[in-house]
């Protein structure tokens, strides 16, 4: 069976830190793009990070460049997302996704939810202030 699982997510304190991670089955990792996605209450989805692992090449979105690190574990065909310097607006369910078309900039996720071969499940980041 393919699977994404989603985890890592908790309550931080603004400034804190937490790492999700994104475990991969079922499929061959190293030909895919895996991206995150958050939606926070009443917000639209909105793409944050993505990482190709056949070459950990990565992609963010400027709200959290220099703050989130996403990286992979080939052996373990898990993605990271490390994610500092939280902010209260950072707060939002987290998802991971995989698709076979790789990611080279913010345009990939842009597809219809339907169009991305694999999600995950949901883990929740809130941060309180």
């Known amino acids: 069976d393919v699977q994404l699982q989603a985890s890592g997510g908790g309550l931080v304190q603004a400034g804190g830190s937490l790492r999700l991670s994104c475990a991969a089955s079922?499929?061959?990792?190293?030909?895919?793009?895996i991206g995150w996605f958050r939606q926070a209450p009443g917000k639209e989805r909105e793409g944050v990070s993505c990482?190709?692992?056949?070459?950990?090449?990565?992609y963010y979105v400027d709200s959290v460049k220099g703050r989130f690190t996403a990286s992979s574990d080939n052996a373990k065909n898990t993605v990271y997302l490390q994610m500092n310097s939280l902010k209260p607006e950072d707060t939002a369910v987290y998802y991971c996704?995989?698709?076979?078309?790789?990611?080279?900039?913010?345009?990939?996720?842009?597809?219809?939810?339907?169009?991305?071969?694999?999600w995950g499940q949901g883990t929740l980041v809130t941060v309180s202030s």
């Open positions: 990482i190709n692992p056949s070459d950990g090449s990565t």
């Open positions: 996704a995989a698709d076979s078309a790789l990611c080279y900039g913010g345009s990939w996720f842009t597809y219809p939810s339907l169009a991305y071969n694999y």
């Open positions: 079922g499929f061959t990792f190293d030909d895919y793009a």
